[in-house]
């Protein structure tokens, strides 16, 4: 709609629909107004008395639904200038009562057009694009480019302005760390209680997951006992746990370590709904293992107002995952407050920024193109390929049961993913043997969420503002278990790279170098790359990864790697 002609010829063809003369001409967006001024410039070069309306927006949705006064519908002619469904217009029809002959839709995809005048059928896309051109339409929560980690990119007021679209590249530096990230590792890795669990319906894992019962450390232990005899008052008379494991053991924890308190009473967070009301004499200490939005406290402190009444509540919180550290201290706050003078208190032991994860994970993308795979390379690549990839499905499907050595491919070579003895966000001197991969995703996993929600965020995704994490970066951080992590944590929209040149063509260049080098320690995540670019989570421009894949292919190869090489050329051969 930004040139005359264009402008001029939508008003031709709406020409025939302006057989009578109208008060009023309302669009739905001002944005095809000038389409209105054309069409009675026209009529009236065509007949020169012929009245000029006036021309006025009925704010689409918004004025059907009230925010406009259709004053004279009988005399009104409107346009309406995109549609998928056809519901505009008939809203319009039904509840403005604007005969069905006054009301045109420039461009639609509805199926059923019954009523409808449409300018321009765009639902007949097989003879307008040709054959296996398809047109969908999807609520955001239901859309599977979003479920794969989309970036969605937004209108704003009437128009998309792609050209002012920035992309920017964002280093990650060892101060982009959260506030006791390297403390908290220093104290927990190597213990196998870092990985992840399956949530929302997620067909792999999807949900970073904090393993409490095998971090009740010797140091654990003193801070969580210490906590104790600073909060718990001398009043305190149950310890309520919140119903799982971890939660009893810190119930358990706190008694044992106030042996002063005689008759302290020890409850399943369950009973409360049974007490009575004022049915509890002191202070009330809430126990939980971990915790991540805080519901569950939330629903506690609900359940704790008639028994309890205005008595002291001491929540004591093992482990906290939040995407920012404010997010903790709002949920503190929260259940802090007290019609009294007295405040409540929360306490967490060990906060951890990570992520709360909502689309569709690494693994679950991985887990959907395998199965897709897996009958055609039983079928046409041989057995290697096929028991490659059911070897690497089971390792999917236990990484929800405690396992935490099999979040990434093993390198070309046959062998797991190594972490050398310098890593940015640790503390020197821990023992790489030690490491779990569970520790080093975890790791990025909350550093990245960080740089997204933290106090001084740089992962920034708006409408108009586009970051991703700078190519050098996987050159920067070169051992394969860190590179498998970032690619692993990010998000799609952060490892896409075809809008910014220099940042796809240096991505490619490392590509090469990984795939070329695929025996050494430099292409020790070639797979976990190429996977990431055959499941589409990263992104390149079409010329550079085709110069990327197009090394030497020799026998010598494993399977999975020159297959994942040939798919990834596929993709960009369409």
């Given at each position: 709609?930004?040139?005359?002609p264009e402008?001029?010829?939508i008003?031709i063809g709406?020409?025939p629909?302006?057989?009578k003369?109208?008060?009023?001409?309302?669009?739905?967006?001002s944005s095809?107004?000038?389409i209105?001024?054309?069409?009675i410039?026209?009529?009236?070069?065509?007949e020169?008395d012929y009245?000029?309306?006036t021309?006025?927006?009925?704010l689409?949705w918004k004025?059907?639904?009230?925010?406009?006064?259709?004053s004279?519908?009988?005399?009104t002619f409107?346009?309406v200038?995109a549609?998928t469904?056809?519901?505009?217009?008939?809203?319009l029809?039904r509840?403005?009562?604007?005969?069905?002959?006054q009301?045109?839709t420039?461009?639609s995809?509805a199926e059923?057009r019954?009523?409808l005048?449409i300018?321009?059928?765009?639902?007949?896309?097989?003879?307008?694009?040709g054959?296996g051109?398809?047109?969908?339409?999807?609520?955001e929560?239901?859309?599977?480019?979003?479920a794969?980690?989309s970036q969605?990119?937004h209108?704003?007021g009437?128009q998309?302005?792609?050209?002012?679209?920035?992309?920017?590249p964002v280093?990650?530096?060892?101060?982009?760390?959260?506030?006791h990230?390297a403390?908290f590792?220093?104290?927990?890795h190597g213990?196998?209680?870092?990985?992840?669990n399956i949530?929302h319906?997620g067909?792999?894992?999807?949900t970073y997951?904090?393993?409490v019962?095998?971090l009740q450390?010797?140091?654990?232990r003193?801070?969580f006992?210490?906590?104790c005899?600073?909060?718990?008052?001398a009043?305190?008379?149950?310890?309520?746990?919140i119903?799982?494991?971890p939660?009893?053991?810190?119930?358990?924890?706190?008694?044992?370590?106030?042996p002063g308190?005689?008759?302290?009473e020890?409850?399943d967070q369950?009973?409360?709904?049974?007490?009575?009301?004022?049915?509890?004499a002191?202070?009330?200490?809430?126990t939980a293992?971990c915790t991540s939005?805080?519901s569950?406290?939330?629903?506690?402190s609900?359940?704790?107002?008639?028994?309890a009444?205005?008595?002291?509540?001491?929540?004591?919180?093992g482990?906290?995952k939040?995407s920012h550290?404010?997010a903790a201290q709002?949920?503190?706050?929260?259940l802090?407050?007290?019609?009294?003078?007295?405040?409540h208190?929360?306490?967490i032991?060990?906060?951890?920024v990570?992520?709360l994860?909502?689309t569709?994970s690494?693994w679950?993308?991985?887990?959907?193109?395998?199965?897709k795979?897996?009958?055609?390379?039983?079928v046409?690549?041989?057995?290697?390929?096929?028991d490659?990839?059911?070897?690497?499905?089971?390792q999917?499907?236990?990484?929800?049961?405690?396992?935490?050595?099999?979040f990434?491919?093993e390198?070309?070579?046959g062998?797991?993913?190594?972490?050398r003895?310098?890593?940015?966000?640790?503390?020197?001197g821990y023992?790489?043997?030690?490491?779990?991969?569970?520790?080093?995703?975890?790791?990025?996993?909350?550093?990245?969420?960080?740089?997204?929600?933290?106090p001084?965020?740089k992962?920034v995704n708006?409408?108009?503002?586009?970051?991703?994490?700078?190519?050098s970066?996987?050159?920067?951080?070169?051992?394969?278990?860190i590179?498998?992590a970032f690619l692993?944590?990010a998000?799609?929209?952060?490892?896409d790279?075809?809008?910014?040149?220099?940042?796809?063509?240096t991505?490619?260049?490392?590509?090469?170098?990984?795939?070329?080098?695929w025996?050494?320690?430099?292409g020790?995540?070639?797979?976990?790359?190429?996977?990431?670019?055959?499941?589409?989570?990263?992104r390149?421009?079409?010329?550079?990864?085709?110069?990327?894949?197009?090394?030497e292919m020799?026998?010598?190869?494993?399977p999975?790697?020159?297959?994942l090489i040939?798919?990834?050329?596929?993709?960009?051969e369409?």
């Amino acid at each position: 709609m930004a040139c005359g002609p264009e402008v001029t010829f939508i008003a031709i063809g709406l020409l025939p629909f302006l057989e009578k003369r109208y008060a009023y001409i309302c669009v739905d967006t001002s944005s095809i107004a000038p389409i209105a001024y054309a069409l009675i410039q026209l009529r009236q070069a065509l007949e020169p008395d012929y009245p000029t309306p006036t021309i006025d927006s009925f704010l689409s949705w918004k004025g059907v639904q009230g925010d406009y006064s259709f004053s004279l519908p009988k005399e009104t002619f409107a346009l309406v200038s995109a549609s998928t469904s056809g519901n505009l217009a008939h809203e319009l029809i039904r509840s403005i009562r604007l005969p069905s002959s006054q009301v045109v839709t420039l461009y639609s995809l509805a199926e059923d057009r019954r009523g409808l005048q449409i300018l321009s059928d765009l639902s007949r896309v097989d003879s307008l694009l040709g054959p296996g051109a398809n047109l969908e339409e999807h609520r955001e929560r239901d859309c599977p480019l979003c479920a794969r980690g989309s970036q969605p990119v937004h209108f704003v007021g009437d128009q998309f302005l792609a050209d002012d679209i920035r992309h920017n590249p964002v280093q990650v530096l060892a101060k982009d760390a959260p506030k006791h990230l390297a403390s908290f590792m220093q104290a927990y890795h190597g213990r196998k209680a870092l990985g992840m669990n399956i949530t929302h319906g997620g067909v792999a894992v999807n949900t970073y997951h904090i393993g409490v019962e095998k971090l009740q450390t010797d140091a654990f232990r003193v801070k969580f006992s210490k906590a104790c005899r600073r909060h718990i008052p001398a009043s305190a008379t149950k310890v309520v746990h919140i119903s799982d494991s971890p939660s009893v053991l810190l119930a358990q924890m706190a008694v044992e370590a106030l042996p002063g308190l005689s008759g302290i009473e020890i409850i399943d967070q369950s009973i409360l709904a049974r007490e009575e009301k004022n049915s509890i004499a002191g202070a009330v200490v809430v126990t939980a293992g971990c915790t991540s939005s805080g519901s569950v406290l939330h629903a506690v402190s609900r359940d704790l107002r008639d028994p309890a009444g205005d008595l002291p509540r001491i929540y004591l919180v093992g482990f906290a995952k939040h995407s920012h550290l404010q997010a903790a201290q709002t949920l503190a706050s929260d259940l802090a407050y007290s019609s009294t003078d007295y405040k409540h208190h929360m306490e967490i032991i060990e906060p951890m920024v990570l992520p709360l994860t909502s689309t569709m994970s690494a693994w679950e993308a991985e887990r959907n193109y395998l199965v897709k795979m897996s009958d055609i390379w039983g079928v046409d690549e041989g057995a290697a390929l096929s028991d490659a990839a059911e070897a690497r499905l089971a390792q999917i499907d236990n990484l929800a049961d405690e396992d935490v050595e099999h979040f990434f491919w093993e390198s070309p070579a046959g062998t797991a993913l190594p972490l050398r003895k310098t890593f940015a966000f640790w503390t020197p001197g821990y023992e790489p043997k030690d490491v779990s991969q569970g520790d080093v995703l975890m790791t990025i996993a909350s550093v990245l969420e960080n740089m997204r929600n933290g106090p001084k965020p740089k992962l920034v995704n708006t409408a108009f503002h586009h970051s991703v994490i700078a190519p050098s970066m996987f050159g920067r951080y070169n051992d394969g278990i860190i590179q498998a992590a970032f690619l692993r944590a990010a998000h799609p929209h952060e490892l896409d790279y075809p809008a910014d040149a220099s940042s796809s063509n240096t991505m490619a260049k490392l590509l090469r170098t990984i795939l070329e080098e695929w025996k050494g320690p430099r292409g020790e995540a070639a797979l976990e790359f190429l996977m990431s670019i055959a499941t589409g989570r990263l992104r390149i421009k079409s010329n550079d990864l085709l110069a990327a894949l197009n090394i030497e292919m020799t026998a010598e190869m494993p399977p999975m790697l020159s297959h994942l090489i040939a798919e990834c050329k596929k993709i960009v051969e369409g």
